[in-house]
C-alpha cells in the first residue's frame, strides 16, 4: 500500500463486525479498507481456539441474517457451533462475498489522528504507512484484548509452558501426561477444564469467584429446528430481534418470580434447565430487575450444583454466593460442574488462600505452592474499552480518547464519540454489545453506520459529530437503566471491575435491544438528532 493512499473509509479489525461492514459499504459504492491485526478474518473465533470453545447461542440464531442466500446455505453441525465451525463459516462469509481483497491483515492500527482541516482521518499502522480517509469505522471487538499474565505476580519466571485462552496456539497443545494449572472460572474456563482434565494427568483449577453455569445439551443439530428455520427463518430473526437479548429461545416470560408458587418457580427452572442455555434468565420477567426473584433462580443452580458434585464443600465453593445469577454472564457448559467428581482434577478456592505469585514451578498461594507443568491463563479481557485503548486516537483540537474516557467511557449510543467527527464505534460502550446476541448488535450497528455514511454522501455532508450534550444525556441514561437492575451488584467486567485501576462504570446498555434499536432508527430519522452536521 502506498503512503497517504486515500479511501472513503478504513474499517479497524476483521470479525463479525469488520466483514460486514466492509460488505455493506461496498453495495453503497462506498470505498473502504480492513486492517486486521491477526493473521487471519474471524477476530474472536480466530484467536480463541482453547480447548472446548464454543458459542453459547444456539448456532442458527449467532449468524448473519443479511443474506437469505447465505442463511440457506451454511449447514450448521452442532447445536452450539464449536469455534473451528465458526471461523469456516467467518472465512466462507470473506470468500463467499469477495471481501479479501480489501483486507490486510497482520497489521496493527496504532494510530488515527482527525486532520480538521481537511476533515480527514490519518490512520497509521504498524507496517508504517498512513492512510487518509474520510470516515474510520472501528470494529476492533468488546473482548479481543486479553489480560495480560503478568498481572499475576512472577507469571515470567514459570519455567513450563503457559497460554492465554484468547491467544490459544494453532496447533493446539497436548496435556497427556502433564500436570496443569487453570487459573479463573469464567466462561472460557468453564468451556475449556472438562477436556483438558479428560486429558491431563491432574487439572488445579484456581477459583477467584465461582460462576453460574447452566448446562448447553450440545449434540448435533437437531435436524427437525433446522427444517422449522428453515420454514419460519424471516419471522424467527424478526422475533430474535424483538427480545430483549436478541435470543428468539430466551424470550421473558409474562410472570413475576413472586407470582408462582415456590413449587412452580422450581417446575419452571427445571424445565427451562432441561432445554440448556440461558433459557433459565428467561424463566420470570423480573429475574434481572429483582434481588428477592433473582434469588429464587440462583438458590435453583445451588441445588443443581449440590446434586451434581459429590463432595459437598466442593458444592458449597462451586456455589455462587456473593452476586446475582446473571449479573456476570451466565456460562453454557458441557459436564463442568461433573468435571470436579473426577480424581483428577482439584479445586483451590482464592478467597481462602489468595494467589501469591506464579513461581518457577507452579502457583503459590498463601496456603502452598503448587507444581505444576503448565498454567493456563483464563483470566478474561480488558473488555468494551481495552482494543480502543491500545490505539492513539486524536480527534478534534487535539483531544485523546484516552484522556476522553479516563473516567469511563462516554458515546453517544455507543455508535459516536463528542470530539470524535466521522469516527463509529460497532458494538461500542453504551450500546447493548455484550448484553445481546452479538450477531443481532453487530448487523444493527453496521446497519445503521452505512445508513448514516449513505446519508452523508446524498447531502454531500462532510463531517457528523455527536453534541456533548447528546452524549451526555445518552450516558446519563445508560447509568439510570443500569442501576434500575440486578447488574451493578456483580465485580464484572461489564463494570470494568476485572481489571486493576480501570474506573467502575456499567458500560454496556441494558433497556433491552428492541428499545434500543427504536432510539436508534428515532435517532437517524430526525436527521441524526444529538448530532452536528457540517456542509
Ligand atoms: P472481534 O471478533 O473481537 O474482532 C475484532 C478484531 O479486531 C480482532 O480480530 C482484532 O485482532 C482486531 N483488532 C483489534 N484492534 C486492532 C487494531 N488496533 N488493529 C488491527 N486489528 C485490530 N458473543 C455472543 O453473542 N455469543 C457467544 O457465544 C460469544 N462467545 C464468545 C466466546 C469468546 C471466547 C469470546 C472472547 C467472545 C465471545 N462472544 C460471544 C463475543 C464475541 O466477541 C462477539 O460475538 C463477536 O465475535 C465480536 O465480533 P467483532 O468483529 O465485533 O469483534
Ligand atoms: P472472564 O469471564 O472475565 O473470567 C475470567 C476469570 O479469571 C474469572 O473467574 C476471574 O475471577 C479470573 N481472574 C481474572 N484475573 C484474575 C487474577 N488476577 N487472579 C485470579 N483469577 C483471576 O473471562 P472469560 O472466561 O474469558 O470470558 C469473558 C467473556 O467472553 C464471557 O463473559 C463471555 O461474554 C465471552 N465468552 C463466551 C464464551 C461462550 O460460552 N461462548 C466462552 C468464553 C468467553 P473474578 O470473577 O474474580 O474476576
Redesign the pocket.
Known amino acids: 500500500m502506498h503512503q497517504g493512499r486515500e479511501v472513503d473509509t478504513v474499517i479497524v479489525g476483521a470479525g463479525f463486525s469488520g466483514l460486514y461492514m466492509l460488505h455493506r459499504l461496498r453495495q453503497l459504492g462506498v470505498s473502504a479498507v480492513v486492517f486486521e491485526a491477526g493473521k487471519s478474518v474471524g477476530g474472536?473465533w480466530f484467536w480463541?481456539r482453547y480447548p472446548g470453545?464454543?458459542?453459547?447461542?444456539e448456532s442458527q440464531e449467532y449468524c448473519y441474517s443479511f443474506s437469505p442466500e447465505l442463511d440457506r446455505e451454511w449447514k450448521w453441525t452442532e447445536r452450539?457451533a464449536a469455534q473451528p465451525e465458526l471461523l469456516k463459516y467467518l472465512n466462507h462469509v470473506a470468500d463467499r462475498f469477495d471481501l479479501r481483497k480489501d483486507i490486510h491483515l497482520e497489521t496493527r492500527v496504532t494510530a488515527a489522528h482527525y486532520d480538521e482541516d481537511a476533515r480527514r482521518w490519518r490512520v497509521t499502522t504498524d507496517k508504517g504507512e498512513t492512510i487518509v480517509c474520510r470516515f474510520c469505522v472501528m470494529a476492533t471487538g468488546?473482548?479481543s484484548v486479553?489480560?495480560a499474565d503478568a498481572?499475576?505476580p512472577g507469571s515470567e519466571a514459570f519455567k513450563g509452558d503457559s497460554w492465554h485462552?484468547?491467544r490459544w496456539p494453532e496447533g493446539g497443545v497436548d496435556f497427556t501426561g502433564k500436570t496443569v494449572a487453570v487459573?479463573?472460572?469464567?466462561?472460557?474456563?468453564?468451556?475449556a477444564i472438562p477436556i483438558i482434565a479428560a486429558q491431563a494427568d491432574h487439572v488445579t483449577v484456581?477459583?477467584?469467584?465461582?460462576?453460574f453455569s447452566v448446562p448447553a445439551h450440545n449434540g448435533p443439530i437437531d435436524p427437525a429446528v433446522v427444517a422449522d428455520w428453515e420454514k419460519n427463518r424471516d419471522a424467527y430473526r424478526k422475533e430474535a430481534r424483538d427480545t430483549g437479548f436478541g435470543i428468539r429461545y430466551v424470550s421473558m416470560g409474562e410472570q413475576a418470580a413472586h407470582e408462582a408458587t415456590p413449587a412452580e418457580q422450581k417446575a419452571a427452572y427445571e424445565e427451562r434447565w432441561k432445554y440448556g442455555g440461558f433459557a433459565l434468565l428467561g424463566a420470570y420477567n423480573d429475574l434481572i430487575l429483582d434481588r428477592d426473584a433473582n434469588s429464587t433462580a440462583a438458590k435453583f443452580v445451588h441445588e443443581k450444583i449440590h446434586e451434581i458434585v459429590k463432595d459437598p464443600a466442593v458444592a458449597a465453593k462451586l456455589s455462587p454466593k456473593t452476586y446475582p445469577i446473571g449479573a456476570?454472564?451466565i456460562?453454557?457448559?458441557t459436564g463442568y460442574y461433573a468435571t470436579f467428581n473426577r480424581d483428577n482434577v482439584s479445586l483451590v478456592d482464592?478467597t481462602e488462600e489468595?494467589?501469591e505469585r506464579v513461581t518457577a514451578n507452579g502457583v503459590k498461594t498463601g496456603a502452598k505452592e503448587y507444581p505444576v507443568d503448565a498454567i493456563v491463563?483464563?483470566?478474561?479481557?480488558d473488555?468494551m474499552t481495552g482494543a480502543l485503548d491500545k490505539i492513539d486516537i486524536t480527534g478534534r483540537a487535539g483531544a485523546k480518547l484516552k484522556d476522553a474516557w479516563s473516567a469511563g467511557p462516554k458515546t453517544y449510543l455507543g455508535l459516536m464519540v463528542a470530539g470524535f467527527p466521522n469516527l463509529f464505534l460497532v458494538t461500542g460502550p453504551g450500546s447493548p454489545s455484550?448484553l445481546c446476541n452479538m450477531a443481532v448488535a453487530i448487523e444493527q450497528h453496521v446497519d445503521w453506520i452505512s445508513d448514516c455514511i449513505a446519508w452523508m454522501g446524498e447531502r454531500q455532508a462532510r463531517a457528523i459529530e455527536a453534541t456533548e450534550a447528546a452524549q451526555d444525556e445518552w450516558v446519563a441514561h445508560v447509568n439510570e437503566v443500569a442501576d434500575t437492575t440486578i447488574y451493578p451488584y456483580?465485580?464484572?467486567?461489564y463494570l470494568g471491575?476485572?481489571v486493576?485501576g480501570k474506573p467502575r462504570v456499567f458500560m454496556p446498555y441494558i433497556g433491552g435491544f428492541p428499545v434500543y434499536r427504536d432510539k436508534c432508527n428515532e435517532v437517524a430519522a430526525r436527521g441524526y438528532e444529538g448530532c452536528t452536521v457540517a456542509a
Open positions: 474472536t480463541n470453545a464454543r458459542v453459547d447461542i452450539y468488546c473482548l486479553p489480560k498481572e499475576l485462552t484468547g487459573i479463573g472460572t469464567g466462561s472460557s474456563a468453564i468451556q484456581f477459583q477467584r469467584t465461582p460462576n456476570k454472564r456460562c453454557v457448559d482464592l489468595p494467589i491463563y483464563a483470566i478474561g479481557f473488555a455484550v456483580a465485580n464484572s467486567w471491575a476485572n486493576p
